[in-house]
């Protein structure tokens, strides 16, 4: 079984404070993901890699960097917490396909729910 | 990004009938995923659609995709109290990313 971990499932920060979100997962895949999820926008990509230190922004990067050093692992950076970041995070990986033009299954952690106050 | 969209966003469906949620794109999708997402849980993958017209079933689903891989649909029967959730369709665009739908949100009424 594919497992997908992520460090806290709630976290309590403080507005401008540095927040680490980290994720880990056990099935050497290439593709690791962070989305986050609110209620009635659905799930919005924030960064993926497709390896290790790469990394590629998705639809909504403002206010976050990534950080990813071993294939495992794959880490959501907040450099100055706001109220508008309160959200629950979602961390996901997969293989990358051997041909483009093809998306493989996406494997999710349980996600992290991050309330800035 | 790409988008996706999903009709309708919430649907209360009484246990024991029929319903369908709909994916729609407004270009070409080369496949489409679903994903169902239990309160307090995180979204598990439930199917992929690769092919024009394909037709997938798993117990009391049934998903679509469409001859023109613009659209796809997942129809379930007879729904029971474990459907609840919220199913998120998913299409590929760019190399390895998934857009998501914003997500059907199913009550079900016992």
């Known amino acids: 079984d594919v497992k997908v971990t992520q460090s806290s499932r709630y976290l309590v920060k403080r507005t401008g404070e540095k927040v680490f979100l980290e994720c880990v997962q056990d099935?050497?895949?290439?593709?690791m993901f962070w989305y986050r999820q609110d209620p009635g926008l659905g799930l919005r990509l924030i960064y993926f890699s497709y390896d290790v230190k790469m990394k590629e922004k998705g639809d909504i990067p403002e206010g976050y960097s990534v950080s990813r050093e071993k294939k495992e692992r794959f880490s959501l950076i907040l450099e100055s917490a706001s109220t508008n970041q309160t959200s629950m995070y979602l961390c996901?990986?997969?293989?990358?396909?051997?041909?483009?033009?093809?998306?493989?299954?996406?494997?999710f952690g349980p996600g992290t729910r991050l309330t800035v106050t | 990004g790409q988008q996706v969209m999903q009709i309708p966003q919430y649907q209360h469906v009484q246990e024991g009938e029929d319903f369908t949620t709909y994916c729609n794109s407004s270009t070409t999708l080369s496949n489409i995923q679903w994903y169902k997402q239990r309160p307090g849980g995180h979204p598990v993958f439930l199917i992929q659609?690769?092919?024009?017209?394909e037709v997938k079933k798993q117990k009391r689903l049934t998903f679509q995709f469409g001859e023109a891989k613009k659209n796809s649909s997942l129809h379930i029967t007879a729904t029971q109290t474990t459907d609840v959730g919220t199913y998120f369709c998913a299409g590929r665009y760019g190399n390895n990313r998934l857009a998501f739908g914003k997500g059907n949100q199913v009550v079900v009424i016992p």
């Open positions: 659609l690769v092919k024009s017209g």
């Open positions: 099935m050497d895949h290439e593709n």
């Open positions: 996901a990986s997969s293989f990358r396909p051997l041909t483009s033009g093809r998306a493989l299954e996406q494997y």
